[in-house]
């Protein structure tokens, strides 16, 4: 069983960037067929999709996000890693990182949520 954990810091000012990492055990960032997805939940709002790296490398994001949104993997470490520029207030949200089947879209396993706060 796949397991997922995010981290990074809770607190970030705006206009910087906003840094998270989801550590994988129990399977392989470049061997299981998945793409390693991150998706945000606002405060009283809806999940969001932010994008994914799969295990090729590719990596795929949300139009509304992407020009503030990378994604990018440390293979040595079986993790992978979030970063989203020029953050706003708006930006505040519990981040997840997960895994989500290519072929269905389905996401099965999920980190436990960090939550980040944009403010000065």
């Known amino acids: 069983q796949v397991q997922l954990q995010e981290s990074g810091p809770g607190l970030v000012k705006p206009s910087q960037t906003l840094s998270l990492t989801c550590t994988v055990s129990g399977g392989s960032i470049t061997t299981n067929y998945y793409y390693w997805s991150w998706i945000r939940q606002p405060p009283g709002k809806g999940l969001e999709w932010i994008g994914y790296i799969a295990y090729s490398g590719s990596t795929y994001y949300n139009p509304s996000l992407k020009s503030r949104t990378s994604i990018s993997r ?5 993790q ?41």
Do not use: M, R
């Open 74 to 78: 440390d293979t040595s470490k079986n």
């Open 80 to 120: 992978f890693t979030l970063q989203l520029n020029s953050v706003t207030p708006e930006d505040t949200a519990v981040y997840y990182c997960a895994t989500q089947e290519p072929n269905s879209g389905d996401f099965g396993s999920w980190g436990q949520g960090t939550q980040v706060t944009v403010s000065s």
